[in-house]
């Protein structure tokens, strides 16, 4: 395990071996939009990463491991979450129903996009699932054909 301090702010390599990926990756996602921070320093200045960046990427990370989603729907999986995020700050100052009512509402569409990229990924594995059962079947069969 790495023993760098967190607290402070962190360059490029620091968080790659945190998070256990490239600098070329990180360059990238900030490249594309998925992680904030291209923009925002002048052209050959090194960037300092906080602790919420690391989190971003480790999520970045983890979400492009697990779902295998491409870029564009890792682009939407973390804007919705981010959205969210968002939300949640404004339901902690919201002062009426009414504004606590739209902040839920918003909140349950960016849920919604992000089921249905999960779910959408979940399809296409139990469609893969179905081809590789069906390929074992024939195998089977053959194999008991044989043994005739």
Known sequence: MSTIDTERP??????AELVGTTTRTIRYYEEIGLLPGAADREQGKH????QADVER???????????GLSLDQLSRLLEAETARAELRREWEVAESGD????ILDEALEHV????????????ELEQLEAELLA?????HRRLAELDR
């Open 10 to 15: 962190l360059r490029i390599g620091e968080v």
């Open 112 to 123: 919604g996009t992000q089921l249905e990229l999960v779910r959408d990924r979940r399809l």
């Open 99 to 102: 504004q606590r009512r739209r």
């Open 135 to 139: 390929k074992r079947e024939s195998i």
């Open 47 to 50: 960037r300092c990463y906080t």
């Open 57 to 67: 990427v480790r999520e970045i990370v983890r979400l492009r491991d697990l779902l």
